[in-house]
């Protein structure tokens, strides 16, 4: 079965360092894309980015290009999300998902991790 | 960017109704390179249509998408209980960003 796995909810202080991951399992990782989505409360959705795992290419959005990070490793299966200065407008559940190809709809998404940022 | 407005923002149907959701991009999508995805409370996205109208593994045939260029539609004949939901539209046919439309709530 082709799952992503993402870690757990999180709580943090401004101006906290995190990474959250998304690990993939029955497929071949290296060869979809990953992209993350954003879901601030009672939000919609906004594309936040998205990386080839194959050779760590990445694009993002204007929107967060600058305040996170996004990065892959082949041997683990894992994407993960960075940011290395938290805000409270941070604040939101964020995805992953599976994209077949560059240019393609988002086949398969994990649950969600939920990322807390209050002092 | 491209822009994506979905209309109406709410819809209050009952099972066995039909709905019908817009999508309008404000430029045109290269290659019909849209999606629709179904969002049920507390739960992860899923996706529903690729390509504008090709239906994703495992989705019944009660949905059904078309359009082209900048008018998408998602149809939903016969509203079973747990269609009650919120559907977004999704486009990646230009340069990202890959936006999403705002949203429309299919509720009772």
């Known amino acids: 079965e082709v799952q992503l796995v993402q870690s757990g909810a999180e709580v943090k202080k401004p101006g906290d360092s995190l990474r959250i991951s998304c690990k993939g399992s029955g497929y071949t990782f290296s060869t979809y894309w990953i992209a993350w989505v954003r879901q601030l409360p009672g939000q919609g959705l906004e594309w936040m980015g998205v990386i080839y795992p194959g050779d760590s290419d990445t694009s993002y959005s204007p929107s967060f290009k600058g305040h996170v990070t996004l990065s892959a490793d082949e041997s683990t299966s894992t994407a993960y999300l960075q940011w290395t200065s938290l805000k409270a407008s941070d604040s939101a559940m964020y995805y992953c998902?599976?994209?077949?190809?560059?240019?393609?709809?988002?086949?398969?998404w994990g649950k969600g991790t939920t990322v807390t940022v209050s002092s | 960017e491209v822009v994506l407005t979905q209309s109406p923002a709410t819809l209050s149907l009952s099972p066995g109704d039909r709905a019908t959701l817009s999508c309008r991009a404000s430029e045109s999508i290269t290659g019909k390179y849209l999606a629709w995805y179904q969002q049920s409370p507390g739960q992860a996205p899923r996706l529903l249509i690729y390509?504008?109208?090709n239906r994703a593994t495992g989705i019944p045939d009660r949905f059904s998408g078309s359009g082209s260029g900048t008018a998408f539609t998602l149809t939903i004949t016969r509203l079973e209980p747990e269609d009650f939901a919120v559907y977004y539209c999704?486009?990646?046919?230009?340069?990202?960003?890959?936006?999403f439309g705002q949203g429309t709530k299919v509720e009772i």
């Open positions: 999704q486009q990646y046919g230009s340069s990202p960003p890959w936006t």
């Open positions: 998902a599976r994209l077949p190809g560059f240019h393609y709809h988002m086949d398969v």
């Open positions: 390509a504008a109208s």
